[in-house]
């Protein structure tokens, strides 16, 4: 039946020729933007998912710069402890040449000013072992920790290390000297005591920055492996979108010749009254 008031032909031709071209659109944003879910309504299941992921991937950024920081702070610490041990070497040796009782006071007084002055170089060195605020070697605070987790529930703790002259590692005093045999006699027993201690500070302390730097390699990981989970869940494929875009393109031009016939049935009327 031939009608010009219901054209159905192109009530279908247009209704196809809009779904292709939502389809179309759909195509070019994802090739655009190299997304197949880039809001919400997309898919918003998805979408959820891949936001918890993103919210994870920058926390362990965060997660990063803790443990970056804590490892600097520990390794400065380490470097003055190594530095320390080997100032304790050398009061140990110069302890040893002025034990010696046959030197003369003026030789004694020259491995006491050199001993000295090597003792003063501890406290200027644990005074300056700060990384960002904080020694962890003179026994100002308690240690530092690093968040180990994108909730910032979990940390990794590093004690403090008491450095200083004096203190329950380095027992040696802070007013030690050479001036007799007797005095250095007993600086050589607390510098190796003080060696002693010293070393199992150290193997404390490279533990754990061997901790951190572990545990920093992982978080890196996981961080890498979650951002590849949300690419999985959300890139577009552009190789499988541009094959859809030009078939697409296709349909829409045959969409609209599709619709044009439609719409030239109607006229088939007129042929009726001539």
Known sequence: ??????NYGAMVALQQLNQTNSALETTQSRINTGLKVGSAKDNGAIYAIAQGMRADVAGYGVVQESLDRATSTVDVALAAGEAIGDLLIDMKEKALGAADASLTTAQRSAFNEDFKALRDQITTIVGNAEFNGTNLINNTTAGIEAIADADGTSVITVQDENLSLGGGVVTLAATASLDTVTNASAAVGTIETSLDNLNQAL????????????????????????EAGIGNLVDADLAKESAKLQALQTKQQLGVQALSIANQSSSIALSFFR
């Open 1 to 6: 039946m031939a009608s010009v008031n219901t």
């Open 203 to 226: 193997a404390r302390l490279g533990t754990s920055s061997k901790a951190l730097g572990v545990h920093s390699d992982f978080v890196t990981q996981l961080s890498d492996v979650t």
